[in-house]
T-cell receptor
Framework: EAGVAQSPRYKIIEKRQSVAFWCNPI?????LYWYQQILGQGPKLLIQ????????DSQLPKDRFSAERLKGVDSTLKIQPAKLEDSAVYLC?????????????FGPGTRLLVL | ELKVEQNPLFLSMQEGKNYTIYCNYS?????LYWYRQDPGKSLESLFV?????AVKQEGRLMASLDTKARLSTLHITAAVHDLSATYFC?????????????FGKGITLSVRP
């Protein structure tokens, strides 16, 4: 079974530029999450989708971050304009809606450096 | 606001010895997860603990959950170098918006000969 795919793996941009990340979850997983992991910290949820609807985006900085999951499968996360403090690893995770244990499976992440 | 605390944040372990690391959380939650992260890598699921008194073991690692104390422990038996990594505990609910995970800061384990 293929895991969660993310691209790009690395991105370097200058502040005020825009950037987009892509995630393809495990096939059949209805729930998709985007987390931000700053160096030395645990991941923090940015947004959660159930199919193509947003379940929780309370911690998403909506003035600069946006995310979509148009067909309930792939998702993109965009930052515009980027700030220095956005330098982090952006992790996508997915889980099966009906799974008793609810384990979230994480992708390899996109490492973003904002200069 | 749910808070998850892990301690210690760094632990230097000697090969062959036993150690225990801890995870405390501030409010009642349905599930507790342990994840492992190697440097530059993503998170790998280790354990899911669903109920009070739950105990799970995989190899040299054993995780347990005490929901009354809001405490999970991860016990390491006879540490080996391969266990060197950062271990995160995370707390989450079972459905909908509650299923999001709140992570601790992680505990970095380093096993020395």
């Amino acid at each position: 079974e293929a895991g969660v795919a993310q691209s790009p793996r690395y991105k370097i941009i200058e502040k005020r530029q825009s950037v987009a990340f892509w995630c393809n979850p495990i096939s059949g997983h209805a729930t998709l999450y985007w987390y931000q992991q700053i160096l030395g910290q645990g991941p923090k949820l940015l947004i959660q989708f159930q199919n193509n609807g947003v379940v929780d985006d309370s911690q998403l900085p909506k003035d600069r971050f946006s995310a979509e999951r148009l067909k309930g499968v792939d998702s993109t996360l965009k930052i515009q304009p980027a700030k220095l403090e956005d330098s982090a690893v952006y992790l996508c995770a997915s889980s099966w809606e009906l799974a008793a244990q609810g384990t979230q499976y994480f992708g390899p992440g996109t490492r973003l450096l904002v200069l | 606001e749910l808070k998850v605390e892990q301690n210690p944040l760094f632990l230097s372990m000697q090969e062959g010895k036993n150690y225990t690391i801890y995870c405390n959380y501030s409010t009642t939650s349905d599930r507790l997860y342990w994840y492992r992260q190697d440097p530059g890598k993503s998170l790998e699921s280790l354990f899911v603990l669903l109920s009070n008194g739950a105990v799970k073991q995989e190899g040299r690692l054993m995780a347990s959950l005490d929901t009354k104390a809001r405490l999970s422990t991860l016990h390491i038996t006879a540490a080996v170098h391969d266990l060197s990594a950062t271990y995160f505990c995370a707390v989450g609910g079972s459905t909908g918006a509650n299923s999001k995970l709140t992570f601790g800061k992680g505990i970095t384990l380093s096993v020395r000969p």
